[in-house]
């Protein structure tokens, strides 16, 4: 028994770490808002944006951490006793994440987010195939 509710418990507490954002892009030409979607679990997220009428799909996936942990020892006396500690250290500027998104034509958007960390908001910059630049706003979707 106990070898069956193992995986199913690991696959509950999984699906409950997800975490849905919220992307709003606006071009550097004009002041439209566009909108799209992520849902991140773990160390990636399944992306989706919609500009003019074309829906852009792809994963990102982070390239700098927003925390790094180490371990720091120092030793003192005659025999040179030793003790150490394990340290987590935040990112100040937030993880940094990299999205390769398509469109069923083949189009591409290619966005780089930073200030991301699990659960908080960040920003970035997205470009298209034809050079076109967006600011992007990402926020934690409210749950209702």
């Known amino acids: 028994m106990s070898r069956y509710l193992v995986p199913v418990c690991a696959t509950l ?3 409950g770490c997800a975490s849905t954002y919220e992307l709003t892009l606006m071009p550097r030409t004009s002041g439209t808002l566009y909108y799209g979607e992520a849902v991140e679990t773990g160390s990636q997220a399944d992306v989706s944006v919609t500009i003019d009428k074309k829906t ?13 942990t180490a371990f720091i020892s120092g030793g003192w ?3 040179r006793a030793t003790i150490g500690s394990t340290v987590t250290v935040d990112n100040p500027t937030g993880g940094e994440a990299k999205a390769l998104l398509r469109a069923p034509d083949g189009s591409g958007l290619r966005c780089d987010f930073r200030g991301m960390a699990y659960g908080r908001t960040g920003g970035g910059i997205c470009q298209d195939d034809k050079g076109l630049l967006y600011d992007v706003q990402i926020r934690l979707k409210e749950r209702k």
Do not use: E, K, N, Q
């Not at 852009?56 to 790094?68: F, K, L, M």
């Open 56 to 68: 852009y799909t792809g994963t990102w996936v982070y390239s700098a951490p927003d925390r790094t």
């Open 13 to 15: 507490l999984l699906a």
């Open 77 to 79: 006396g005659w025999r």
